[in-house]
C-alpha cells in the first residue's frame, strides 16, 4: 500500500465547517471596503521574479531567502507571488491608470506565497487583503487608510488593540539615519545576533525590528530616525498625528516601527492585537511615494496596507458572527419511487433562494430525520404513500414540531409565506 499524500508543509486545507468563516469575511471586506470608493483588482497569482527584487529590495529576506522562483521552458524567471503591492503597482503603470484618473483607490484579496517556518497565524500559502491609494501625497490620505484598518477591526469586535505609527522620512532622511545608526549598533557588533550582523552590513535599519531579548536591550538607546527627520516631513507627520487625535483613534508613536519592505517611506504603522501572542501584527503598511517611479512609471505618490486573513480568523469571536449555517428544508421520501417528487420540489424551492438538502443514500425514514437534525434545518418536507395519494406533502417545522399537510402547487407559497 502506498504512503498516504498529505498537504504540503505551511498549506493547509481549508473544509467546509470553517468555510462559512471565509466566505463571510470575503464579503464583509468586499461591502467595507466598497463603503470607502476602493474598487477591487486582480493580478495574477505568479509574475516576474524581477518584479520582487527590484520592489522589495534583493537584501530583503523576502527575496533572499523566501520566494518560491522557477524558469520555465521559455528562459523567464518566475515567482510566485510573497506580497501585492507590486503587483498592484506593476498594473497601475501597465494599464496607465494614473492618466485614467488622479487617484486610484484600490484593495485586493489575495492568495501569497513565502517559505518561511510555519507557526501560529503564519503559512507558507496564506491569505490577504489590503488596499493601495494611488495618486495623493497629502496626510490626509495616510489617515483614511490608517482610520480605514483600524475601523475595519473595530467593526468586527476585536478587542486589545494596538495601533502603532512612526515616520521613516524621505530617501535622504534614512541615509543620513543610516550612516548615524550604523555607527551605534558598530559599538554592540560583537554582541549582535549572526542575522543582525549581515543586516548591520546591507540594512541596518531592519535591525530596529529585533525580536531578541538582548538587541531589544541595545535598541533602547539607539539614536531616534524621528530626531533626523526635514521640516517638511515633520510637518507632514504631524498632520497625520492631528487628523488621528481628530478622529479619536489611539495610536503609540514607535521609533523603532521601520516595516521590512525597501519601498516605505514617510508614515509607517501597524496594527497589533494582544489577542495572537508573538505572532502579533493583524496588518502593516504605509507610504511609498517612490515605487512606481522606481518600476518604470511616472512619479505618484501613494500609501497602503496588507492584512493577514489567517490572523484575523485568529483573533474573531467566531460566536458571535451573523453565520447561518443551517440548512432551510430537508425533503424526507419513505420509498425511492418518490425520488422523482423529491428532485422536482426541491428544484421548485432553490429557485425560491432556499436551501434543500436531499437524501441521496435512501436510507430510512428514522435515518432520514436523525440527518435532518444534525443538519438543523428548519423544516423537513415528507413524501410518502398517503401523501402522494392525496397530491400532497407534510411539512413539519422542526422547532416546534407542528405538521402542517399542503398540496403540491401550494408548497412554494407556503414557504414564501414564512
Given at each position: 500500500?502506498?504512503?498516504?499524500?498529505?498537504?504540503?508543509?505551511?498549506?493547509?486545507?481549508?473544509?467546509?465547517?470553517?468555510?462559512?468563516?471565509?466566505?463571510?469575511?470575503?464579503?464583509f471586506?468586499?461591502?467595507?471596503?466598497?463603503?470607502?470608493?476602493?474598487?477591487?483588482?486582480?493580478?495574477?497569482?505568479?509574475?516576474?521574479?524581477?518584479l520582487?527584487?527590484?520592489?522589495?529590495?534583493?537584501?530583503?529576506?523576502?527575496?533572499?531567502?523566501?520566494?518560491?522562483?522557477?524558469?520555465?521552458?521559455?528562459?523567464?524567471?518566475?515567482?510566485?507571488?510573497?506580497?501585492?503591492?507590486?503587483?498592484?503597482?506593476?498594473?497601475?503603470?501597465?494599464?496607465?491608470?494614473?492618466?485614467?484618473?488622479?487617484?486610484?483607490?484600490?484593495?485586493?484579496?489575495?492568495?501569497?506565497?513565502?517559505?518561511?517556518?510555519?507557526?501560529?497565524?503564519?503559512?507558507r500559502?496564506?491569505?490577504?487583503?489590503?488596499?493601495?491609494?494611488?495618486?495623493?501625497?497629502y496626510?490626509?490620505?495616510?489617515?483614511?487608510?490608517?482610520?480605514?484598518?483600524?475601523?475595519?477591526?473595530?467593526?468586527?469586535?476585536?478587542?486589545?488593540?494596538?495601533?502603532?505609527?512612526?515616520?521613516?522620512?524621505?530617501?535622504?532622511?534614512?541615509?543620513?539615519?543610516?550612516?548615524?545608526?550604523?555607527?551605534?549598533?558598530?559599538?554592540?557588533?560583537?554582541?549582535l545576533?549572526?542575522?543582525?550582523?549581515?543586516?548591520?552590513?546591507?540594512?541596518?535599519?531592519?535591525?530596529?525590528?529585533?525580536?531578541?531579548?538582548?538587541e531589544?536591550?541595545?535598541?533602547?538607546?539607539?539614536?531616534?530616525?524621528?530626531?533626523?527627520?526635514?521640516?517638511?516631513?515633520?510637518?507632514?507627520?504631524?498632520?497625520?498625528?492631528?487628523h488621528?487625535?481628530?478622529?479619536?483613534?489611539?495610536?503609540?508613536?514607535?521609533?523603532?516601527?521601520?516595516?521590512?519592505?525597501?519601498?516605505?517611506?514617510?508614515?509607517?504603522?501597524?496594527?497589533?492585537?494582544?489577542?495572537?501572542?508573538?505572532?502579533?501584527?493583524?496588518?502593516?503598511?504605509?507610504?511609498?511615494?517612490?515605487?512606481?517611479?522606481?518600476?518604470g512609471?511616472?512619479?505618484?505618490p501613494a500609501?497602503?496596507?496588507?492584512?493577514?486573513?489567517?490572523?484575523?480568523?485568529?483573533?474573531?469571536?467566531?460566536?458571535?458572527?451573523?453565520?447561518?449555517?443551517?440548512?432551510?428544508?430537508?425533503?424526507?421520501?419513505?420509498?425511492?419511487?418518490?425520488?422523482?417528487?423529491?428532485?422536482?420540489?426541491?428544484?421548485?424551492?432553490?429557485?425560491?433562494?432556499?436551501?434543500?438538502?436531499?437524501?441521496?443514500?435512501?436510507?430510512?425514514?428514522?435515518?432520514?430525520?436523525?440527518?435532518?437534525?444534525?443538519?438543523?434545518?428548519?423544516?423537513?418536507?415528507?413524501?410518502?404513500?398517503?401523501?402522494?395519494?392525496?397530491?400532497?406533502?407534510?411539512?413539519?417545522?422542526?422547532?416546534?414540531?407542528?405538521?402542517?399537510?399542503?398540496?403540491?402547487?401550494?408548497?412554494?407559497?407556503?414557504?414564501?409565506?414564512?
Amino acid at each position: 500500500m502506498s504512503d498516504l499524500i498529505k498537504n504540503i508543509k505551511g498549506t493547509q486545507d481549508i473544509l467546509y465547517e470553517e468555510n462559512d468563516i471565509w466566505q463571510y469575511l470575503e464579503n464583509f471586506i468586499h461591502h467595507y471596503l466598497k463603503k470607502y470608493g476602493y474598487s477591487q483588482i486582480r493580478t495574477p497569482i505568479f509574475e516576474s521574479t524581477y518584479l520582487f527584487s527590484r520592489s522589495i529590495g534583493s537584501q530583503t529576506d523576502i527575496v533572499s531567502k523566501e520566494m518560491y522562483s522557477w524558469i520555465d521552458q521559455g528562459g523567464n524567471h518566475l515567482t510566485l507571488k510573497p506580497e501585492s503591492t507590486a503587483s498592484v503597482v506593476r498594473s497601475f503603470i501597465q494599464h496607465k491608470l494614473g492618466k485614467k484618473n488622479p487617484i486610484n483607490k484600490l484593495y485586493y484579496i489575495d492568495t501569497l506565497f513565502r517559505r518561511e517556518r510555519p507557526q501560529k497565524g503564519r503559512f507558507r500559502q496564506f491569505n490577504q487583503f489590503g488596499v493601495e491609494a494611488l495618486g495623493s501625497k497629502y496626510p490626509e490620505q495616510d489617515v483614511e487608510v490608517i482610520a480605514l484598518a483600524y475601523n475595519f477591526y473595530k467593526s468586527l469586535n476585536i478587542d486589545n488593540l494596538n495601533l502603532k505609527i512612526n515616520s521613516i522620512g524621505s530617501p535622504e532622511v534614512r541615509l543620513k539615519y543610516k550612516d548615524v545608526l550604523t555607527k551605534y549598533l558598530l559599538q554592540y557588533k560583537n554582541k549582535l545576533s549572526q542575522i543582525s550582523q549581515v543586516r548591520l552590513e546591507k540594512n541596518p535599519l531592519r535591525i530596529l525590528d529585533t525580536k531578541v531579548d538582548f538587541e531589544i536591550e541595545i535598541i533602547k538607546n539607539a539614536p531616534h530616525i524621528l530626531d533626523y527627520l526635514n521640516k517638511e516631513d515633520k510637518n507632514h507627520f504631524s498632520d497625520v498625528l492631528s487628523h488621528l487625535d481628530s478622529l479619536s483613534i489611539d495610536y503609540t508613536v514607535d521609533y523603532k516601527l521601520v516595516r521590512g519592505l525597501d519601498y516605505y517611506c514617510h508614515t509607517v504603522f501597524e496594527i497589533l492585537s494582544d489577542n495572537l501572542g508573538s505572532q502579533d501584527a493583524l496588518c502593516g503598511g504605509g507610504r511609498y511615494d517612490y515605487l512606481v517611479e522606481e518600476l518604470g512609471g511616472q512619479t505618484t505618490p501613494a500609501f497602503g496596507f496588507a492584512a493577514g486573513i489567517e490572523r484575523l480568523i485568529l483573533v474573531l469571536n467566531k460566536k458571535h458572527l451573523p453565520i447561518s449555517k443551517s440548512s432551510d428544508i430537508y425533503i424526507v421520501i419513505t420509498d425511492k419511487k418518490y425520488l422523482e417528487y423529491s428532485l422536482k420540489i426541491s428544484d421548485s424551492l432553490r429557485a425560491e433562494n432556499l436551501i434543500v438538502v436531499n437524501d441521496l443514500l435512501r436510507r430510512s425514514l428514522k435515518s432520514q430525520m436523525k440527518d435532518a437534525n444534525r443538519l438543523n434545518v428548519s423544516h423537513t418536507i415528507i413524501i410518502g404513500d398517503e401523501e402522494v395519494e392525496n397530491k400532497q406533502v407534510v411539512i413539519k417545522d422542526m422547532k416546534s414540531g407542528n405538521q402542517d399537510y399542503i398540496k403540491f402547487d401550494r408548497i412554494k407559497s407556503y414557504f414564501r409565506n414564512k
